[in-house]
């Protein structure tokens, strides 16, 4: 080597080591997994320049792997693809936990090409980096070139790795930091959010409600009958219903919109964002009717038919607090089952102390 190859080099060489540096002290510096994941595409685009590339997770309950972040070409149709591990050379580094330089996918039979096909975008070299903290892949860092772009080098094989082994402990700080919030956040035994945490919600949401003067609105459920499952069943069978209730209703939710609470006991909550009275009726209804087409517990060998009473309240129509809103969800559900059970009512207007009226039903528990 020349002494002018040398020293463009080792300038190289020293510019990498600093970035890495920065790149160290930048993914350290916070725990929440949306700052890390802009972060690691700041630095993937900074250090090696690509045109195209992604960062490919693993769904933690699904196990499918999808684009959590997709560059370039055609990378709009690839955020809402999954693979399986496995599958394609992405899949295959997943799998194996081994980084993949290939030159010309075109020679590899691992290449997927209906990612190509989804993208309109015709891979040539590839460069594949598994995401592995603590013995476990998280993902990959995966970088394409099109057929008139020079081909992956060992040395974009090395600054990616690099890339890869901070950017994999930052993600598994911010997910175990997720991890933590989320228990101080959720029923043990539904995976519903807890009532602690409808309180903590619902005062932000009527805050915000009031500033943009957005509807809001609540649908408070209680199970039929429940306590003949326990009492007939055992409280651990009664336990497994609560967790298909609470699976039943968050399938039901509008993605990022509506989020599902267990009140307490079997009583459950749905807070709806940017939703008045009459869509929330809407809502009820499907809930009410989702109930009487489900048969619960057939993992354990039963079939048993389980329906709700509902209660709809809105704001600012029957309540302008968070604590009123509860107030008038829970009563309106009271109505519910008074009125026979099995059907919806929705909360009356606010009584001239501003309070919503009591309804004339004694709480039995079922």
């Known amino acids: 080597m020349n002494p002018a190859d040398l020293l463009s080099a080792m300038k190289r060489t020293v510019e990498q080591l600093a970035a890495y540096n920065e790149m160290a002290k930048a993914l350290t510096s916070t725990l929440e997994l949306r700052e890390v994941l802009a972060l690691v595409m700041q630095k993937v685009s900074a250090l090696l320049k690509p045109r195209n590339w992604s960062l490919i997770l693993q769904d933690e309950r699904s196990g499918k792997l999808y684009f959590e972040i997709a560059v370039g070409e055609g990378a709009e149709a690839l955020k809402g693809l999954q693979l399986n591990p496995g599958e394609g050379i992405a899949g295959a580094v997943f799998s194996s936990g081994v980084a ?13 090409p209906r990612f190509d096909e989804a993208s309109a975008f015709h891979t040539r070299s590839l460069l594949a980096v598994p995401l592995v903290a603590r013995e476990r892949v998280l993902g990959v860092i995966e970088l394409v070139n099109g057929p ?37 956040i959720t029923d043990e035994h539904t995976g519903c959010f807890n009532a602690r945490h ?107 038919a389980l329906t709700a009473s509902v209660g709809v309240a809105s704001f600012p129509e029957h309540a302008t607090t968070a604590t009123d809103l509860i107030r008038a969800a829970d009563f309106a559900m009271y109505a519910a089952k008074g009125r026979g059970r099995d059907g919806i009512a929705v909360a009356e207007a606010p009584s001239a102390e501003g309070a919503p009226r009591e309804v004339p039903y004694a709480r039995s528990g079922g």
Not at 100 to 112: E, I, K, Q, W
Not at 168 to 176: C, Q, S, T
Not at 243 to 248: F, I, R, S, Y
């Open 148 to 184: 008139t772009e020079p081909g992956f080098t060992h040395d974009d094989l090395t600054a990616l790795s690099a890339i890869a082994d901070y950017a994999a402990i930052a993600i598994e700080n911010a997910r175990n930091f997720r991890r933590i919030q989320e228990l101080t």
């Open 100 to 112: 993949r330089l290939v030159h010309d996918v075109a020679g590899d039979s691992s290449f997927a």
């Open 198 to 304: 409808l309180r903590a919600q619902l005062e932000q949401e009527v805050k915000r409600s009031a500033r943009f003067r957005h509807p809001l609105s609540l649908v408070f459920l209680d199970l039929d009958h429940f306590k003949s499952i326990n009492d007939r069943h055992g409280h651990l069978v009664g336990s497994a219903t609560l967790k298909e209730v609470g699976d039943l209703l968050i399938s039901l939710g509008r993605h990022n919109l509506d989020a599902v609470f267990r009140y307490g006991g079997d009583e459950f909550a749905v807070m709806l964002i940017e939703t008045d009275t009459a869509g929330a009726q809407v809502i009820a209804q499907r809930i009410c009717e989702a109930f009487r087409g489900q048969r619960f517990l057939r993992e354990q060998g039963l079939d048993v």
